[in-house]
């Protein structure tokens, strides 16, 4: 019951919906053997990691879940790729790759989520500014399809479904096991906090930085400050492994208020580990366990400052609790080569989030946010921007189907080759 009460559950604690069974697989073949089973018995089936989910999107209703986290091997590390299981986390594979001096391109900005589960949403962290999500560069994945058979794919084998899983929700496909691209990882990273008088100034930055390449990190954030309204802050981190940049330049031509820029050098490691303190205030002070009601979108360039500034407007800070935070943070487009996340078509596009760490659980008052991302998204669609699927508010299949817009026939036909019992994944109701 603990194993179920568990699976019924997730980092969003909002939505709790009691699978019938749990499968702690050893194997892919334990995978595709549930999945046919499932599909035999008319039940539906979802794979999770590290349950991360907001909005019990990994869940299945009186269906089987499968507990990826026995799947975790990382397999033998090379030169340009290092192959490991889908429920191995991102600290798991930094940690086998680092002492052979090799990185991912682009990592998740928390650790702790698995694979598998990154993978199929995308993946957004520092580097997608300027190297597009995490599913970008991916090699080839071996993935067990709605019809319970294990299918390895690429860009060059069966590239209809590798473009279908990346990115795709889970709906054709559970991610069993990834190799991803490895790149050479620098020795240290160069960071720099600067700070800002208005969102204008924030994103005339963002736009200057993001297509100068300065950088191999820029990202933004809005707080909530002690007297009232907002403050605007921009991280930028470039990374370096023999001599030091050169401060000067990187921070030339910026309009921040320079005497309050806050630079530092730390190794890299530590960098990829930057989020461990605030997690661990979350979890002494018993946040880790509230709701967590996150909106997470993207924002064109063109209409990104009254976008963001209309919803700033009207945002009560206290809305997003004592340590949240909104983000905007720039992406060039033209790395974006997965094609089920949708972006807006401007070259520039940026996140907009909502990091709401309430300070209490009531569950009226996480209801409210909810209802209140809802409105929030649809203004945000209604200005020409896309949603990224890790949000915290319920989707209908007509809401999926505008939101994937010409890529939806894709993911239909997807679907239908390789999950025609629409067994896989219901929890985001896509279908």
């Given amino acids: 019951m603990n194993t179920r009460a ?5 980092f969003g604690h909002l939505v709790h919906q009691m699978p019938e069974a749990v499968l702690l697989p050893a194997s892919a073949q334990d995978v595709a053997a549930m999945v046919r089973r499932a599909a035999g018995q008319g039940r539906r089936f979802a794979a999770q990691g590290r349950r991360h989910s907001v909005f019990g999107r ?23 790729r290092v192959v490991v299981d889908a429920g191995a986390t991102w600290r798991e594979v930094v940690a086998a790759t680092l002492p052979h001096g090799r990185t991912p391109p682009v990592l998740t900005d928390y650790l702790d989520l698995s694979v598998g589960g990154t993978l199929a949403v995308g993946g957004v962290g520092s580097a997608t500014s300027r190297l597009g999500v995490v599913s970008d560069h991916v090699l080839e994945l071996q993935v067990v399809t709605g019809r319970g058979e294990e299918v390895t794919c690429s860009p060059d084998r069966h590239p209809s479904l590798f473009d279908a899983v990346r990115g795709g929700l889970g709906q054709v496909g559970i991610i069993t096991r990834a190799t991803l691209r490895l790149v050479p990882a620098p020795k240290w990273v160069r960071r720099f906090l600067l700070f800002y008088p208005a969102l204008a100034t924030l994103l005339g930055d963002h736009r200057l930085l993001v297509n100068e390449h300065r950088f191999e990190g820029v990202q933004g954030a809005v707080l909530a400050a002690p007297a009232g309204g907002w403050t605007f802050r921009l991280d930028l981190t470039t990374q370096f492994t023999g001599d030091p940049p050169d401060d000067v330049a990187l921070l030339a031509g910026l309009s921040d208020d320079r005497p309050r820029a806050q630079p530092s050098t730390l190794p890299y490691l530590d960098h990829l580990n930057r989020f461990n303190a605030l997690e661990q205030v979350l979890r002494s002070n018993g946040q880790w366990w509230f709701p967590h009601p996150w909106l997470t979108t993207f924002v064109g360039d063109a209409s990104v400052e009254s976008v963001v500034g209309g919803e700033l407007a009207e945002l009560p800070p206290a809305d997003l609790g004592p340590l949240g935070q909104v983000v905007v943070s720039p992406i060039l487009r033209e790395p974006v080569r997965s094609p089920l996340l949708r972006l807006p078509p401007d070259p520039v596009c940026y996140t907009f989030n909502l990091f709401r760490l309430p300070a209490t659980d009531d569950a009226g008052e996480a209801r409210r946010l909810v209802t209140a991302n809802r409105a929030v998204y649809e203004r945000v669609r209604d200005a020409g921007g896309t949603l990224y699927p890790v949000s915290a508010f319920p989707m209908s299949p007509a809401d999926w189907r505008r939101h994937f817009g010409a890529a939806f026939g894709q993911l239909r036909e997807a679907k239908h080759d390789h999950d025609p019992g629409h067994v896989l994944t219901p929890g985001y109701e896509v279908f």
């Fill in 6 to 10: 568990a699976a019924a559950n997730d």
């Fill in 58 to 80: 990994a869940q299945a209703r009186n269906g089987v879940v499968a507990d990826m986290g026995r799947l975790r091997t990382i397999h033998a590390v090379q030169r340009d």
